[in-house]
T-cell receptor
């Protein structure tokens, strides 16, 4: 069990550029989450996948954001036409199916995050 | 809508002293409560969780938390803090509504003085 990994760990880009982040969940974890964490705040939910299906999206996920999980394994989060307000830590988490009993009880295992700075 | 409040943005304690980090939640039904710790450059690590039963729960690294329904609180405690405990601590709530995302508080940064 190597844990959740994210790539890159840091990204600096200029306003208006597109960026893509990758998340590799723990092997055989079929649920995958993306969160955004700005300075001085806790993580805020962006979107959730069960296998390859994107089942839930937050209002924070504007049209410039898109997430995919094409084969139910790794996931990518793309931000188009980046803005300075997109500067944040982007966290990925995963959970195995059937873990935690009832909905809401799952333990989510977090990756180290990708820190994005938009200049 | 559910929310989590961590009233203390920053706390400093001396090594060996006791610690209590406060967490209050707002949620109409039974909450599922979590405490996570985040060290610099690291992801969030689960310390402990509460779903039901005994309201005093034990976690890793010597931490414990007590659920008090009457106060809508889930405070984290440790009897003797170690320098390695310096980190940011987040309280979170999960809901039994079909929505799987966690709602986090804004965190408390713990500094440990030698």
């Amino acid at each position: 069990d190597t844990g959740v990994s994210q790539d890159p760990r840091h990204k600096i880009t200029k306003r208006g550029q597109n960026v893509t982040f990758r998340c590799d969940p723990i092997s055989e974890h079929n649920r995958l989450y993306w969160y955004r964490q700005t300075l001085g705040q806790g993580p805020e939910f962006l979107t959730y996948f069960q296998n390859e299906a994107q089942l839930e999206k937050s209002r924070l996920l504007s049209d410039r954001f898109s997430a995919e999980r094409p084969k139910g394994s790794f996931s990518t989060l793309e931000i188009q036409r980046t803005e300075q307000g997109d500067s944040a830590m982007y966290l990925c988490a995963s959970t195995p199916e059937g873990a935690g009993g009832r909905v809401g009880q799952e333990t989510q295992y977090f990756g180290p995050g990708t820190r994005l700075l938009v200049l | 809508a559910q929310s989590v409040t961590q009233p203390d943005i920053h706390i400093t304690v001396s090594e060996g002293a006791s610690l209590e980090l406060r967490c209050n939640y707002s949620y109409g039904a039974t909450p599922y409560l979590f405490w996570y710790v985040q060290s610099p450059g690291q992801g969030l690590q689960l310390l402990l969780k509460y779903f039901s039963g005994d309201t005093l729960v034990q976690g890793i690294k010597g931490f414990e938390a007590e659920f008090k329904r009457s106060q809508s609180s889930f405070n984290l405690r440790k009897p003797s803090v170690h320098w390695s405990d310096a980190a940011e601590y987040f309280c979170a709530v999960g809901m039994d509504t079909g929505r799987r995302a966690l709602t986090f508080g804004s965190g408390t940064r713990l500094q440990v003085q030698p």
